[in-house]
């Protein structure tokens, strides 16, 4: 059975440009979350989806934005990109809510903002 | 908001000994995960623990949960080399759908 799946693994992008970052889910998952991982603020949500519905947000700014698709499959978009976007992305899917599974990470995009 | 604090954020194991990696929250969750991160990996599932006690065993690791004192600890007995990695405790919020990770522990085994 195929694990959650992100493409690309790496990324370098200039400032200012604009990045899209995709997150295949294991199938039959529905729930996609988003997380940022940088080594001064660790692991933060960024956005979880279900359904193709946005259901929850973290404090990130409106630069950052996702969405699924019917498959399931979800992509996130960071606009006008900083240095300070210089992260690992990872994505995670779980089978339904997330209060009734657990999560699995794909392996991540790391993105560099030069 | 939900604050995960985990501790010690480095710990030096010797090889053979255990040692106990502390994950304290500050509001009410009954649903608390382990994971595991490699050095340029992704995180890795350890265990789901989803009630006050519960208690999980995979191997040299022991996990359990206690909602009460919002505390969960992982344990780790007679540790080898390959448990080298970092350690996330997150904790899932009673109202929304997000994980709330602790800042990590880095465990290193030595000879």
């Known amino acids: 059975k195929a694990g959650v799946t992100q493409t690309p693994r790496y990324l370098i992008k200039t400032r200012g440009q604009q990045v899209t970052l995709s997150c295949s889910p294991i199938?039959?998952?529905?729930?996609v979350s988003w997380y940022q991982q940088t080594p001064g603020q660790g692991l933060q949500f960024l956005f979880e989806?279900?359904?193709?519905?946005?259901?929850n947000k973290g404090n990130f700014p409106g630069r950052f934005s996702g969405r699924q698709f019917s498959n399931s499959r979800s992509e996130m978009n960071v606009s006008t990109l900083e240095l300070g976007d210089s992260a690992l992305y990872l994505c995670a899917s779980s089978w339904e809510e997330m209060r009734n599974t657990e999560a699995f990470f794909g392996q991540g995009t790391r993105l560099t903002v030069v | 908001e939900l604050k995960v604090e985990q501790n010690p954020l480095f710990l030096s194991m010797q090889e053979g000994k255990n040692y106990t990696i502390y994950c304290n929250y500050s509001?009410?969750?009954?649903?608390l995960y382990w994971y595991r991160q490699d050095p340029g990996k992704s995180l890795e599932s350890l265990f789901v623990l989803l009630s006050n006690g519960a208690v999980k065993q995979e191997g040299r690791l022991m996990a359990s949960l206690d909602t009460k004192a919002r505390l969960s600890t992982l344990h780790i007995t007679a540790a080898v080399h390959d448990l080298s990695a970092t350690y996330f405790c997150a904790v899932e919020s009673s109202n929304d759908y997000k994980l709330s990770f602790g800042a990590g522990t880095t465990v290193t085994v030595r000879a």
């Open positions: 199938s039959g998952h529905r729930s």
């Open positions: 989806y279900f359904s193709e519905t946005q259901r």
């Open positions: 509001t009410t969750s009954d649903r």
